[in-house]
């Protein structure tokens, strides 16, 4: 498979329930030293996100499109997509541009890096 598909669908499968619910799954896709900058604009690392993924997958749904990949060097991709996700069935969704870095540990493929910037609301594709 080639990188661009696989990081791909290591994003998509970062926002699925099966896998925001297994610390054991989040693990294999993120990076030890994995930080992150939220849409609120909080700063983590994966202590929190091993923390509190589990805790709030079944009340977060995520749609994602229009994915550009980017390798940056023989080791170093980026991920740029945007998202619509939604926190429970009566809140308001919120969209986002997301980037994520992605460094190739061994021969895996590990997230590094993510932000998500909140930005106005667009059309999902069909």
């Not at 661009?4 to 610390?23: G, Q």
């Not at 294999?28 to 202590?47: K, P, Q």
């Not at 997958?57 to 996700?85: E, K, P």
Request: hydrophobic residues 40%; charged residues 25%.
């Amino acid at each position: 498979m080639e990188n661009r598909e696989l990081l791909i669908n290591n994003e998509k499968a970062l926002l699925t329930y099966e896998v925001r619910r297994s610390p054991e799954r989040l693990r294999v896709l993120i990076s030890d030293d994995f930080r992150e900058i939220g849409v609120s604009g909080a700063c983590f690392g994966l202590a929190e996100v091993l923390e509190s993924a589990p805790l709030n997958a079944q009340n977060w749904s995520a749609v994602a499109q229009n994915f550009d990949c980017r390798q940056l060097s023989d080791y170093i991709a980026q991920v740029v997509f945007q998202c619509i996700i939604t926190h429970d069935m009566d809140s308001e969704p919120v969209y986002s541009l997301r980037s994520s870095i992605w460094r190739l540990e061994g021969e895996r493929w590990k997230l590094v890096f993510h932000q998500g910037t909140k930005v106005s609301p667009f059309d999902a594709a069909a």
